[in-house]
């Protein structure tokens, strides 16, 4: 199950960032969102997989480094982009995001991101 990351913890605090972790799962969601609550980016991380959507640049998808990924170290993990979109990676982590429960400002947001990954199905 997600649960929300307080702001401080951050290292880069930004209005309208927030960060959920289900650690069980090793899955991050970053969200970003405009003053109005309005979905802007998100960036999920499960085990090594990453799938991101941004307003302005859409769908990327990408793996975490084995040795730095988001649950093997204190370092922020680097990532390396797909150059093709996966679409195998979106079926699979929304497959994830549908079994997730949570509190329910969190159920809307993953609703919306579902909504996006959907989005971005063929």
């Not at 309208?16 to 972790?21: A, E």
């Amino acid at each position: 199950m997600f649960i929300k990351i307080k702001p401080d913890v951050l290292k880069e605090q930004e209005a309208g960032k927030f960060w959920y972790r289900d650690a069980d799962n090793e899955s991050d969601l970053f969200l970003w969102q405009d003053e109005s609550g309005r979905l802007k980016r998100f960036q999920f991380w499960h085990q090594n997989k990453l799938l991101e959507w941004d307003e302005r640049s859409g769908y990327k998808s990408g793996n975490l480094d084995n040795e730095v990924g988001s649950f093997k170290s204190y370092q922020s993990p680097s990532y390396h982009y797909h150059q093709e979109f996966n679409t195998g990676f979106a079926v699979e982590m929304m497959e994830f995001l549908k079994e997730q429960q949570g509190p329910e400002e969190g159920q809307n947001l993953i609703t919306e991101i579902l909504r996006k990954i959907q989005e971005s199905l063929p």
